[in-house]
């Protein structure tokens, strides 16, 4: 069964700390799919990144790098310099196929950073 | 760039009243999916449709139905609302309903039942 665990509720840096999201899975298969997502408070949800289950490379996005370890079925999340601006609820989410040819997406319960001036 | 449009934005209803969703997805995308996102929750998958069929089937009630039109809006219906439904509910459209498919969120619609 599909599992995505964050086991941090809040998180509160201040501003110019780096901070790291954590994010664990659990999956059977072995193609599969994980993502991030921000979630400000004015609701949207924006994605961040994706990853394949076969792509282990760590990605540097400017403030923002994922580090994506199977050994350990983690896909942490760091923002390198937080600002105010990144205060946010963060969602992991892992996607895998299905028998009927689509496929389901999960989201963790996310984490609420708060980044203070 | 065009993004996921949903309307309305918010909605408030009464407890056993119906309500309808509307989700406008991003030109050519192909696949729309429905979430429910309760207060202090993560989202939820409802269901998803793919060319006009429905696709997968999530966590949905059966007090609701979604269909996907031949334009590839989708409409969410909910009828015989309860206070439980209080809730976000995002739509997502992708080109083409595979895993590794990106999900664009569309900014939600905020329904309230009183």
């Known amino acids: 069964a599909q599992k995505v665990t964050q086991a941090q509720t809040e998180i509160s840096v201040v501003e110019k700390e780096d901070v790291t999201l954590d994010c664990v899975y659990e999956t059977r298969d072995t193609t599969y799919y994980l993502f991030w997502y921000k979630q400000p408070p004015s609701g949207e949800l924006v994605f961040l990144i994706r990853r394949n289950s076969f792509d282990e490379q760590n990605e540097i996005s400017g403030r923002y790098s994922w580090n994506f370890q199977k050994s350990t079925s983690s896909f942490n999340f760091t923002i390198t310099a937080s600002q105010v601006v990144d205060s946010a609820v963060y969602f992991c989410a892992l996607s895998e196929a299905r028998e009927t040819g689509g496929f389901k997406t999960i989201f963790g319960a996310g984490t609420r950073l708060f980044v203070k001036a | 760039a065009a993004g996921v449009i949903q309307s309305p934005r918010h909605l408030i209803k009464e407890k056993r009243e119906t309500a309808t969703l509307k989700c406008y997805p991003i030109?050519?995308?192909?696949?729309v999916y429905w979430y429910q996102q309760g207060p202090g929750q993560d989202p939820q998958f409802l269901i998803s449709f793919y060319e006009k069929m429905q696709s997968d089937k999530g966590s949905i009630p059966d007090r609701f139905s979604a269909q996907q039109f031949s334009d590839y809006h989708s409409e969410l219906n909910m009828s015989s609302l309860e206070l439980g439904d209080s809730a976000l509910y995002f739509c997502a459209s992708s080109s083409g309903r595979g895993a590794w498919n990106e999900q664009f969120f569309g900014p939600g619609t905020r329904l309230t039942v009183l």
């Open positions: 030109p050519r995308h192909d696949t």
